[in-house]
């Protein structure tokens, strides 16, 4: 069965760091374009990152341009979302999630699989 499973959220305070890790099992990530998704209650799923299958190429909405930096390591079936400078706004679940290309990711369309989300709190 394929799976993605999200961890590392939790409290931190504005302007603090926080690194979010994704792991896949019954499926290897080599062949898939991995992003970030975050969702505020309230509010509609946003795009937060994504990376192309080997790293190579990756994207950020100007929300977090600066502040995300999202990384893999393919060894380790992992993709990680580093986020720094966090603010209130940032607070959200966040998700991972596998397509065939980026462009579907930035596109929020053809998404293979989902996580089950972890959640980030900023604040003081």
């Known amino acids: 069965q394929m799976q993605l499973v999200e961890s590392g959220g939790g409290l931190v305070q504005p302007g603090g760091s926080l690194t979010l890790s994704c792991t896949s099992s019954?499926?290897?990530?080599?062949?898939?374009?991995i992003g970030w998704f975050r969702q505020a209650p309230g509010k509609e799923r946003e795009f937060v990152a994504a990376?192309?299958?080997?790293?190579?190429?990756?994207y950020y909405p100007d929300s977090v341009k600066g502040r995300f930096t999202i990384s893999r390591d393919n060894a380790k079936n992992t993709v990680y979302l580093q986020m720094n400078s966090l603010k209130p706004e940032d607070t959200a679940v966040y998700y991972c999630?596998?397509?065939?290309?980026?462009?579907?990711?930035?596109?929020?369309?053809?998404?293979?699989?989902w996580g089950q989300g972890t959640q980030v709190t900023v604040s003081s």
């Open positions: 999630a596998a397509a065939r290309s980026i462009i579907d990711l930035r596109m929020n369309s053809g998404i293979v699989n």
């Open positions: 019954g499926f290897t990530l080599d062949y898939y374009s």
């Open positions: 990376s192309s299958w080997s790293g190579g190429t990756t």
